[in-house]
C-alpha cells in the first residue's frame, strides 16, 4: 500500500551527511500520477503524505494491507485525513456516501472511522495528509472563506503572503493533525519568516503552483548548521521536530503545511533571529 517509509531523523544523522542521502531521507516526491493513489509513510507523529489524481476516473483509498490482524480493514479505522484540491479543476470527494465538491485551494476534514473514500475530477489534484486521531469529530469541507486568511509580511522584504488555517482548533476540529494553506504573493519568494522550530511537532510541506522551470530552495537542519534542498513543483519535505524549515523560490508559490504532534497550538513554536542561523 505504501511505495515508500521514511524513518525519523536523529540531529546527528545531518552532520557530513551527502545531498543525495538528505533528499533520500526528506524528501518526497511523484506523489501526483495520473489515475492512482500513492501513499507513503513517515514514522515522524506517524504521517501518511499521498495524492490522489483520478484523470477521469474515480480513485478508493485503498485499505490496509498490514499487519495481518488489520488485512483488509479501512486505512482510517484509527486515523483521520485531510485532503486538499491542488488542481485546477473541481473535484469530487465521497466519504461513505456522502459527496463533498472541492474546487481549488478548498480542504476537507474527514473522521476517524470512515470506511469508504473516493476521489474524482478530471482536474482535480488531491493532496491527503493522515495521522492517528483518539476521537472522531465531524465530517467538515472548509474554504478559505472559513478561516479568516490573515496577511504576513511585506514586498519590501520579499514575503507577503496570505495564511488561511484550514485544519485547526478554531476552525475545524481534529484529534491531532493541523494543516493550512500559504500563498505568496508576486514579487515575494520568501516563506515562513521568521523561521522557527517546535521540538513537540513534527510538519510537512507541499510546495506547488510553480512553473516546471522554478525551484523552492528549501533551508533546513539546526539553526546554526542549516542545509538545504532544491524543490520542484509538488515536491514534499519532511521537516523533523528539531529541524528549522524555511525557503525562498525563484518566483512566488504555494505551499500547504501540515503538523501533527502534542498539542493543536498554532503558535506553538521557537522563533528563531535570523542572525542565529549560519
Same mark, same amino acid.
Request: hydrophobic share 45%; with cysteine.
Given at each position: #500500500?505504501? +511505495?515508500? @517509509?521514511?524513518?525519523?531523523?536523529?540531529?546527528? #544523522?545531518?552532520?557530513?551527511?551527502? *545531498?543525495?542521502? =538528505?533528499?533520500?531521507?526528506?524528501?518526497?516526491?511523484? &506523489?501526483?500520477?495520473? !489515475?492512482?493513489?500513492?501513499? +507513503?509513510?513517515?514514522?515522524?507523529?506517524?504521517?501518511?503524505? !499521498?495524492?490522489?489524481?483520478?484523470? !477521469?476516473?474515480? =480513485?478508493? =483509498?485503498?485499505?490496509q494491507d498490514a499487519p495481518a490482524s488489520v488485512a483488509g480493514h479501512p486505512l482510517l479505522e484509527r486515523r483521520e485525513l485531510g485532503v486538499v484540491n491542488i488542481g485546477a479543476g473541481a473535484g469530487l470527494v465521497t466519504v461513505d456516501g456522502e459527496a463533498i465538491p472541492l474546487a481549488k485551494y478548498e480542504a476537507l476534514y474527514v473522521p476517524m472511522g470512515s470506511r469508504e473514500v473516493t476521489f474524482a475530477g478530471d482536474g482535480a489534484r488531491f493532496y491527503l495528509l493522515s495521522?492517528?486521531?483518539?476521537?472522531?469529530?465531524?465530517?467538515?469541507?472548509v474554504t478559505a472563506a472559513d478561516t479568516s486568511p490573515f496577511r504576513r509580511g511585506a514586498l519590501e522584504t520579499? *514575503?507577503?503572503? @496570505?495564511? %488561511?488555517?484550514?485544519?485547526?482548533?478554531?476552525? %475545524?476540529?481534529?484529534?491531532?493533525? %493541523? &494543516? !493550512? =494553506? +500559504?500563498?505568496?504573493?508576486?514579487g515575494s519568494v520568501w516563506n515562513t519568516m521568521p523561521p522557527h522550530v517546535h521540538e513537540r511537532r513534527s510538519e510537512i510541506y507541499l510546495y506547488f503552483d510553480l512553473e516546471a522551470e522554478d525551484r523552492v530552495f528549501h533551508y533546513m537542519g539546526q539553526p546554526d548548521d542549516l542545509r538545504h534542498l532544491v524543490m520542484q513543483n509538488e515536491d514534499v519535505v519532511i521537516s523533523p521536530p528539531w529541524s528549522v524549515h524555511m525557503g525562498a523560490g525563484t518566483r512566488n508559490y504555494s505551499f500547504i503545511w501540515a503538523m501533527a504532534g502534542e498539542n493543536l497550538d498554532y503558535e506553538d513554536m521557537d522563533v528563531i533571529d535570523l542572525c542565529q542561523l549560519r
Open positions: #500500500m505504501f +511505495t515508500r @517509509t521514511y524513518h525519523a531523523a536523529h540531529p546527528e #544523522m545531518m552532520a557530513g551527511v551527502s *545531498n543525495e542521502a =538528505l533528499r533520500d531521507r526528506h524528501l518526497v516526491s511523484g &506523489l501526483f500520477r495520473d !489515475g492512482e493513489i500513492v501513499l +507513503t509513510y513517515s514514522h515522524g507523529e506517524r504521517f501518511v503524505i !499521498g495524492g490522489a489524481v483520478p484523470a !477521469g476516473k474515480a =480513485l478508493a =483509498l485503498p485499505a495521522v492517528p486521531a483518539h476521537a472522531p469529530f465531524p465530517l467538515r469541507k520579499s *514575503n507577503q503572503r @496570505t495564511i %488561511c488555517q484550514l485544519i485547526l482548533p478554531h476552525v %475545524c476540529q481534529s484529534a491531532a493533525l %493541523c &494543516l !493550512g =494553506l +500559504t500563498r505568496l504573493d508576486p
